[in-house]
């Protein structure tokens, strides 16, 4: 597609239950990133794939949160278990591989607004 | 471990007004620097890309400068106009093999008032 498409927009869930946020990279683009942004804040960076693979999934706040990318193009953020505190922005973007030799700017998506109550 | 910093926070003038956002990060070895607008609700828009190796970078009325060794980059708005009025994020990536993320400040929030 011509941007990075998440879906849903928005998801109001209860605490406790499960959750997937889908994301859509701009074709071609190899690289794929999830971040999370709470109110006020800048967005903290959760995990990063290179192609299929998790190529660093260091931001990742414990084991209840998991991400996969399972055909090196649609992404999808996995919540276990979800609670209050999981409430936030998850922004996904897509970018060329910085070692192709292309300037590795990302682009985002509008975000996925999770509202746990 | 990297630290972005954006100074002010907030930012409040009269259309018209020249404006300077301040970004400032702990390590200077980042492989680039990015700047990005963001509206209410929205995601993030890029601006500007500074590569480690440039000083500087022009798109319209926009103008971003890159000083790695002093770990500093200022975003210069000319002729502010309402529209600009959003919140303003700059991000600086790690370089060689140290991983592919973003470190973000935390954003400074402009309006411009008519």
């Known amino acids: 597609g011509a941007g990075v498409s998440q879906t849903p927009s928005n998801k109001v869930t209860e605490k406790g239950k499960y959750v997937e946020l889908r994301c859509d990279p701009i074709?071609?683009?190899?690289?794929l990133y999830w971040y999370r942004q709470s109110l006020g804040q800048g967005p903290e960076f959760l995990i990063y794939f290179q192609g299929t693979g998790a190529a660093d999934d260091s931001g990742l706040p414990n084991d209840r949160f998991f991400a996969v990318r399972p055909e090196g193009s649609v992404s999808t953020l996995k919540i276990q278990r979800t609670e209050r505190g999981d409430s936030a922005v998850y922004l996904c973007?897509?970018?060329?591989?910085?070692?192709?030799?292309?300037?590795?700017?990302?682009?985002f998506g509008e975000g996925s607004r999770l509202t746990v109550l | 471990k990297q630290e972005v910093t954006q100074i002010p926070a907030a930012l409040s003038v009269p259309e018209g007004e020249n404006l300077v956002l301040n970004c400032s990060f702990t390590?200077?070895?980042?492989?680039?620097l990015q700047w990005f607008r963001q509206d209410p609700g929205k995601g993030l828009t890029s601006l500007l890309l500074i590569q480690s190796s440039q000083r500087e970078q022009t798109s319209g009325r926009l103008n971003a400068s890159l000083d790695k060794s002093s770990g500093r980059s200022t975003l210069y708005i000319a002729a502010s106009q309402p529209g600009d009025s959003a919140t303003y994020l700059c991000a600086v990536r790690r370089g060689g093999n140290a991983g592919n993320m973003l470190t973000f400040g935390g954003g400074t929030r402009l309006m411009v008032k008519p």
């Open positions: 074709s071609g683009h190899t690289a």
């Open positions: 973007a897509s970018s060329f591989e910085w070692t192709s030799g292309r300037s590795g700017e990302l682009f």
């Open positions: 390590d200077s070895a980042i492989y680039n």
